[in-house]
């Protein structure tokens, strides 16, 4: 009896030292998952590495994420789509380039996308600080904006003036800048360095900045969170063709026009101030983003909610996210990618539409002044103000849509196509228009010509032979209603016109004859509801392309998105149409400025870059809808889980059993093991 009390005893106190023990373990336990929550708070603040002030912590939510990501993107659509698109006119005025080298310039933006875009996506992708890989395209851009305007303050290419009046008018007249022709062969290379840089840094936010407002929003409000983001970044484009309209009212030289007047068909604006007001904008805003932490607070309750609406199939391989940790496995994520059909389908959608959008932006003020008669600046104004508001409604209106019916990816692509359909007649709208004012010498022989039945239309006539006229200097005067390249082309000289009429010299108009046409409103009126038709699927088409794929890949499908719109939409489309508008010049000035279009020709190029798409674009997205096939839901997986727990087949040397846990397997683990990546 006394031993067995003794044992007692001794059980008893190690049992009570056992207890002890587990307690201070428990102890530390708790301490350490204390600290570990702390830490995965703190990393969910609103500030910068140690700094997370509480005035500031409003802000950290998807609601300041969308007005701040939305504010960035729309910078940078206003320098790639407004300011730079809108100048080129001028640029080529100034310096000499012809539309192909404005093409070669816009495609290099495109160019610098493409190579970059793959790899910043993939290292945004996974547990990377993507806040941090959009600054640093913010301040890239910033930068390239810089080198883009250097032309401006090296190059001195002032309007000079000339005032010999032996064979012209008698009042002083300007010519195309002369100084700067031979300086201008760094000019060329530096506005395309300016474009890549832009190229390289744009890269980084517009491959991240979706995919990371798709992944912190509500679940239900990521359409219209979409929608909005497209629209209002568009909308940002429309008040900077208006401020680039206030910009070419300026001279060029800030305070000194050089005695030119605006309005002038030679006038040069301060056609750089939109590039400095961008740079300056971006160094600004770096500082906000940067402060927004890579998930916010409600992330995993939003992925939680999420549907799974990726495409499966035969060919689709599976994907982890611990896979991006490595460099080496880029290649076989965008095979994932590569390999996926309604993915690539809608890829195709996106560069199909591009390439007719991209082809005519560079060159649709060009067209607006030579059909319409209107300046750059009023072109400017009339797209900033009248065609673009619309694009931004469309989207905004079909992200609408799809919020409120809650559409899934195949109603998706039903409203998809339905856009395209209708935005094919609506290419018609520039097939409306007037017959425009012709040029003497050119559509017409000039007044002391008429009477000689063989007469053609020639600029350099023997009227005016003897005066030996040159190309450069175009000084566009109106008589009569038709207008004439120069008062020297059109035998001026003391108080005579030998082209025009025998008698004194007639009265001018030191500018083209003013066009009007009735028929302009409604052009504008058609292309308009093309403009909203056309964009209203750019929202819904950026939602599909995210639904599409696995979640893990939702950053790299963009940088894929952008490097295959790159070279087979973006970088071709602009050089491509520029040579097709060349080719409908009819006659060209001696300084590479074309003075008149064949604008039948022209028309239908703008008409065919519409419509074609809009047919292409509509026939894939029906095919995508075809061949869509959605992942088995978590109780299908579930009940799979279940046949294979039950199982009493034991896995052999070399197979792979796997058990389904929380809610189902996923292909990941498949994927994983059979690359020897983790071990199960």
Avoid at 319 to 346: E, T
């Amino acid at each position: 009896i006394n031993n067995y009390i003794i044992l007692k005893k001794r059980i008893l106190l190690k049992s009570l030292l056992v207890m002890m023990k587990m307690g201070e373990s428990n102890n530390k336990l708790d301490n350490s998952e204390k600290l570990e929550k702390m830490k995965s708070r703190k990393k969910s603040l609103y500030g910068w590495n140690s700094f997370h002030p509480k005035s500031l912590q409003f802000m950290n939510n998807p609601r300041w994420l969308l007005i701040i990501g939305t504010t960035i993107t729309g910078i940078l659509n206003a320098e790639v789509f407004a300011f730079t698109n809108a100048n080129y006119s001028i640029l080529e005025r100034l310096y000499d380039l012809s539309s192909s080298q404005t093409g070669v310039i816009a495609a290099t933006y495109d160019i610098a996308l493409f190579i970059t875009a793959i790899p910043v996506s993939f290292k945004g992708s996974g547990g990377n600080n993507r806040p941090r890989f959009i600054a640093t395209g913010m301040l890239t851009c910033a930068v390239g904006c810089l080198v883009f305007v250097l032309p401006q303050i090296l190059v001195n290419n002032k309007i000079t003036f000339n005032t010999d009046h032996s064979n012209t008018t008698n009042e002083s007249t300007s010519t195309l800048p002369k100084e700067s022709n031979s300086n201008i062969a760094f000019v060329y290379p530096m506005l395309l360095l300016g474009q890549a840089i832009i190229g390289v840094g744009n890269s980084m936010v517009v491959t991240l900045i979706p995919a990371f407002i798709h992944d912190n929003c509500p679940p239900a409000s990521t359409p219209r969170y979409l929608g909005i983001y497209m629209g209002a970044s568009h909308l940002a484009v429309v008040i900077a063709f208006v401020l680039n309209a206030v910009f070419q009212m300026l001279p060029q030289y800030l305070g000194n026009s050089g005695g030119a007047d605006y309005g002038d068909p030679r006038w040069v604006g301060a056609w750089y101030l939109g590039f400095l007001l961008v740079a300056c904008l971006l160094i600004i805003l770096a500082p906000a983003l940067l402060g927004f932490p890579n998930r916010l607070s409600k992330r995993d309750e939003w992925d939680a909610e999420r549907r799974n609406e990726a495409h499966t199939g035969d060919t689709l391989p599976p994907v982890n996210s611990n896979i991006f940790r490595n460099a080496k496995n880029l290649l076989p994520m965008l095979l994932i990618l590569l390999r996926n059909p309604v993915y690539m389908l809608v890829i195709a959608v996106y560069c199909i539409n591009s390439w007719g959008f991209n082809s005519i932006v560079p060159f649709i003020i060009k067209f607006y002044e030579h059909r319409f008669g209107f300046s750059p600046s009023t072109g400017s104004l009339i797209l900033g103000l009248l065609i673009l508001p619309c694009g931004c409604a469309g989207m905004i209106a079909s992200g609408e849509i799809t919020r409120r019916l809650s559409l899934t990816v195949d109603k998706i692509m039903k409203l998809i196509c339905l856009a395209f359909l209708i935005q094919i007649p609506m290419s018609l709208a520039f097939q409306v228009g007037c017959a425009v004012t012709p040029f003497l010498g050119i559509d017409q022989p000039y007044p002391a010509q008429t009477n000689r039945p063989e007469a053609k239309p020639q600029l350099a006539a023997g009227c005016n032979a003897i005066y030996r006229c040159s190309m450069e200097n175009y000084e566009p005067h109106c008589y009569n209603g038709t207008n004439i390249y120069s008062p020297c082309f059109a035998g001026c000289h003391d108080d005579v016109c030998d082209c025009l009429t025998p008698e004194l010299r007639p009265a001018f108009k030191e500018k083209l004859c003013a066009e009007s046409c009735r028929w302009t409103p409604a052009h504008f009126a058609v292309f308009a509801c093309a403009i909203f038709t056309n964009f209203a699927g750019y929202g819904p088409l950026l939602d599909l392309s995210m639904r599409v794929v696995p979640g893990e890949v939702k950053n790299l499908s963009r940088g894929l998105h952008h490097s295959l719109i790159g070279p087979i939409a973006s970088i071709p489309a602009p050089i491509v149409f520029g040579v097709a508008v060349d080719a409908t010049c009819a006659i060209w000035s001696a300084v590479s400025d074309c003075v008149r279009y064949d604008l039948g020709l022209l028309s239908w190029g703008f008409t065919a870059m519409i419509g074609g798409p809009g047919v292409i674009c509509a026939t894939l997205m029906f095919i995508a809808y075809k061949l869509y096939r959605k992942e088995p839901s978590n109780g299908d997986v579930e009940n799979k889980n279940s046949l294979a727990q039950s199982s009493t087949n034991q896995p052999e040397n070399g197979d792979i059993a796997i058990i389904g846990v929380n809610g189902g397997i996923s292909p990941i683990d498949i994927y994983m093991v059979e690359r020897g990546s983790t071990n199960v």
